[in-house]
């Protein structure tokens, strides 16, 4: 059980450019939820002791990936810069990048911060690696918590969030599918399978087939990497060569990927559908975003 927060800062509508959109080794597009954890990680870290920031609600109102097409491919638009120190061109580092259109939804806890003087701090971070371009229209919304137990502070909130789509876990979605699926599958088949567009014959009761395009489920569903699962033993800081921490224990880790469904933010009962925390597992190496029961 986490603790409903004392506020909520509202970062609303914030363009950030250039954001990194590989952010797993299997798929591409908005970026990591982690990314987002990380950043307001990072911008608690910047308000001191007496507040402190935890939860993000993430809200994309637009999405604009720097790519091209080439005949039936697409392919991310590259670039050589900045300059080398000579003068000359340095040479491509592929990347995927995007320009977003964000709202973030934070949780705050203790002190309640100036909403300008937050919005400031937060445009001289990098969000998934993107710049932010100037924030205006922050705000802080104290919570009545008795009231929030209903989710009213977040419905009246929500109408302001629109046009926008909300990124929430479905793993609950992706264990039950894998349930129906034959035993020899894996959560990795049932994951696929739920993210394919499908395309075959499809017969329908007292009529003619046809051939038809699908998905399985429903909604806007899609596999989003969450989080990273160790796959070695944890070592000692400075134990591995070239890590880039001396004073921080290391382990290496793979990606760990879970079922997303894009919502919109009027169809979410409240926090507890909406904000992402950390939560950690270090005995079994398992660190993950996931949503948390807030309300008592």
Same mark, same amino acid.
């Given at each position: ?17 250039? *954001? ?26 910047? @308000? ?5 920031? &935890? ?6 109102? !637009? ?10 491919? +697409?392919?991310? $638009?590259?670039?050589?810069?900045? @300059?080398?120190?000579d003068g000359s061109t340095a040479g491509i580092i592929e990347e995927g990048r995007?320009?977003?259109?964000? !709202? ?31 924030? !205006? ?7 009545? +918590?008795?009231?929030?137990? &209903?989710? %009213? ?17 479905? !793993?609950?979605? @992706? ?9 020899? %599958? ?11 567009? +499908? ?11 046809? #051939? ?13 990497? *969450? ?34 469904? #894009?919502? $919109?933010? $009027? ?7 909406? @904000?992402?925390?950390?939560? $950690? ?16």
């Amino acid at each position: 059980m986490h603790k409903i927060p004392d506020h909520l800062l509202v970062l609303p509508r914030m363009r950030v450019i250039n *954001v990194n959109c590989v952010s797993g080794p299997l798929t591409w597009g908005f970026p990591s939820v982690t990314a987002f954890c990380g950043f307001v990680h990072a911008l608690s870290r910047k @308000l001191g002791d007496q507040t402190v920031l &935890d939860g993000v609600g993430i809200i994309s109102h !637009s999405f604009e990936p720097q790519a091209y097409q080439s005949g039936y491919e +697409k392919k991310f $638009s590259q670039t050589r810069n900045p @300059l080398e120190s000579d003068g000359s061109t340095a040479g491509i580092i592929e990347e995927g990048r995007a320009h977003v259109t964000v !709202s973030l939804i934070i949780g705050v806890y203790g002190g309640k911060p100036d909403a300008d003087e937050t919005a400031t701090l937060a445009e001289t971070l990098r969000l998934a690696g993107g710049s932010i371009l100037p924030v !205006s229209g922050a705000k802080v919304i104290s919570l009545d +918590k008795f009231a929030e137990q &209903d989710g %009213k502070t977040y419905k009246k909130l929500a109408r302001k969030l629109l046009p926008g789509f909300t990124l929430t876990d479905r !793993s609950d979605l @992706l264990m039950e599918h894998h349930k129906n699926m034959p035993e020899e %599958k894996t959560l990795l088949d049932a994951l696929f399978d739920l993210s394919a567009m +499908k395309h075959g014959y499809i017969e329908t009761e007292g009529s003619k087939g046809e #051939w038809q395009t699908y998905r399985e489920g429903s909604g806007w569903l899609v596999p989003i990497p *969450v989080g990273y699962a160790g796959i070695s033993p944890l070592y000692q800081p400075g134990e591995v060569a070239n890590t880039r921490d001396k004073e921080t224990p290391f382990r290496f880790a793979e990606a760990i990927y879970t079922l997303g469904q #894009w919502k $919109s933010p $009027s169809k979410l009962k409240g926090l507890d559908e909406l @904000l992402w925390f950390y939560t $950690s597992d270090a005995k079994n190496g398992i660190y993950a975003c996931k949503h948390k029961k807030i309300y008592e």
